[in-house]
């Protein structure tokens, strides 16, 4: 549960909120009559990459599998290199010149700027839904007013 | 079916290991290879097969000559390759025996992945590993009860 009190200053507010907004695991709220309208979700389909790509990746990293093909793949570079490593230097340069080359500039801006929009809009949405289920908000102020009637 | 590794020595003691043994009975473990790990152990058995045969009979004073033998060409290959070409009675060239090690090389690292590869691909022996039922033998080691 995000912690969050009445007494806190508005920083602590602010922030207590904005983990609200942001925090891609809401299931500690999410229970009984509790669940994320649609615009919540919308958001949540926007942010999919961002949150489950990294994890998805890591998985397939540290897979056997990938881990052995890598390995070996990186041994029979390392060999051709310390056998031959002029003609490899030579060969792994252009490889790489053709590859920056040919790659527009204003292709990887663009794939960057329209991720960082669609990130942003998705973050927004998905706060915006958040802020706007009156369930999930009377759950989240609940911790500080049974504190508050406890005192 | 996926294979569990404790640790990193437990990844190398499995992909690079000779052959599997039943931890119970202790003989060879009894498995069908997949194509890949087929070909896998065809392309490193010309180095993996000699270090073994090599290393299980370190002792035999023939295998000791052999070695010694080896390595003095070896020293004298990487010193004076000329000379070494020089006194050769086959027409052999350095870039020829450089190229020789490069490509046993790359066949040798090529047939340790394929052959790790067919291992981690193979259900049974992923199902025999991960309920620790068999017990990798690295090269050179003998089967000891």
Redesign the interface.
Known sequence: MIEYSNNDNIVFRFISHYKLGTQSDLSEYYKGDVQPNLIERIGDVGLWMLENIPRKVWQMAT???V???A??AM??FS??LA??PVTTYLATYDVVVFVVTNTPFWAVKLAVYIALVETTIAKALRAYGRFSNQALMDKFYQPQQNTATNK | M??A?SSTRD?FGF?SCREFVSSDSGNSFSYSKNTLEKIGEAMCKPIFGTADIGLRNIRNPLVITAITITIIAAITLVFYPGTFAALSTLAIQPWMV?FG??LI??TT??G???R??GR??NDAVAAAWNAKTIIPIPIGAERVR
Do not use: A
């Open positions: 897979e056997p599998r881990v052995t093909i390995l070996t041994t029979l060999i051709t056998f031959y | 996926g294979i590794f990844y992909i450089k090690f490069y090389s790359q690292v090529l340790v992945g394929l790790g590869l981690l691909n």
